[in-house]
């Protein structure tokens, strides 16, 4: 099967129809967890606002608890960006602690408390 390439001046929304040939280029993949949805919403605002362009967006409410998860791929890598947008976002430490470069199903959420992981990885400290 032929794959086609979304191309920059695409929709970013698709019906189940458009997807089923739909490849999207390399991406770079965040997860995290948030205390809330409302948190969630709030970065995603402000990530929209900025130069990333946002290729998928995950937000998986917990059943349980008013934790929600959250997986975004960005078009080119935004490690400073997504730093940058959760350190000036109020209560924002959850999101920001446990903030990965991978998908949801390989990021545990375990926190680091301080510097998150990505935090970390990005000022070469974390081994």
């Given at each position: 099967m032929n794959k086609r390439t979304i191309e920059p001046n695409e929709p970013l929304i698709?019906?189940?129809d458009d997807i089923a040939d739909l490849h999207v280029e390399p991406i770079h993949v965040y997860s995290c967890r948030a205390e809330s949805q409302l948190d969630v919403m709030?970065?995603?605002t402000l990530l929209l606002s900025s130069t990333k362009r946002i290729?998928?967006?995950m937000i998986i409410p917990d059943a349980r608890y008013p934790d929600t998860l959250l997986?975004?791929?960005l078009?080119?890598?935004g490690d400073k960006e997504v730093i940058a947008i959760l350190?000036?976002?109020i209560d924002s430490h959850v999101m920001l602690e446990t903030m990965k470069r991978c998908p949801l199903k390989d990021n545990n959420y375990s926190r680091v408390y301080g510097p998150g992981q990505l935090e970390l990885e990005?000022?070469?400290?974390l081994q």
């Amino acid at each position: 099967m032929n794959k086609r390439t979304i191309e920059p001046n695409e929709p970013l929304i698709y019906t189940r129809d458009d997807i089923a040939d739909l490849h999207v280029e390399p991406i770079h993949v965040y997860s995290c967890r948030a205390e809330s949805q409302l948190d969630v919403m709030n970065f995603i605002t402000l990530l929209l606002s900025s130069t990333k362009r946002i290729m998928h967006i995950m937000i998986i409410p917990d059943a349980r608890y008013p934790d929600t998860l959250l997986e975004f791929g960005l078009k080119e890598e935004g490690d400073k960006e997504v730093i940058a947008i959760l350190r000036n976002q109020i209560d924002s430490h959850v999101m920001l602690e446990t903030m990965k470069r991978c998908p949801l199903k390989d990021n545990n959420y375990s926190r680091v408390y301080g510097p998150g992981q990505l935090e970390l990885e990005v000022d070469g400290k974390l081994q």
